[in-house]
Nanobody, 129 residues
Framework: QVQLVESGGGSVQTGGSLRLSCAAS????????MAWFRQAPGLEREGVAR????????KYADSVKGRFTISRDNAKNTLYLQMYNLKPEDTATYYC??????????????????????WGQGTQVTVSS
């Protein structure tokens, strides 16, 4: 069983930066597709960024392209989301998610939300104008 714990959320002003971390435990296998999702009050949860098991492939939502960077350190079992130039519309609870990769899933970066079976508890990001 994989456990995911996010950290690094907080309150910043427009234009500020934050770095989210997601520590994974419960498996020594790094062969997991991972992603960041977010959910704002009253809205559905949406994908922010996805990354392959090796970290070579990444994909971003259009709304965060050029401002957010997803990365992972498999030696530390940690996923990151570096966020720059934050906007009020980035305000949300951010979740990391994981699913063990196998070929039948297809590319990690194309996985829909419902294919991820491990989720963290979320970390709040608030951006004020």
């Amino acid at each position: 069983q994989v456990q995911l714990v996010e950290s690094g959320g907080g309150s910043v002003q427009t234009g500020g930066s934050l770095r989210l971390s997601c520590a994974a435990s419960g498996s020594s296998d790094s062969g997991y597709c991972m992603a960041w999702f977010r959910q704002a009050p009253g809205l559905e949860r949406e994908g922010v960024a996805r990354i392959s098991a090796t970290g070579v492939q990444v994909k971003y939502a259009d709304s965060v392209k050029g401002r957010f960077t997803i990365s992972r350190d498999n030696a530390k079992n940690t996923l990151y989301l570096q966020m720059y130039n934050l906007k009020p519309e980035d305000t949300a609870t951010y979740y990391c998610a994981a699913v063990r990769y196998h070929m039948t899933l297809g590319p990690c970066v194309a996985l829909p939300q419902d294919r991820y079976n491990y989720w963290g508890q979320g970390t709040q990001v608030t951006v004020s104008s």
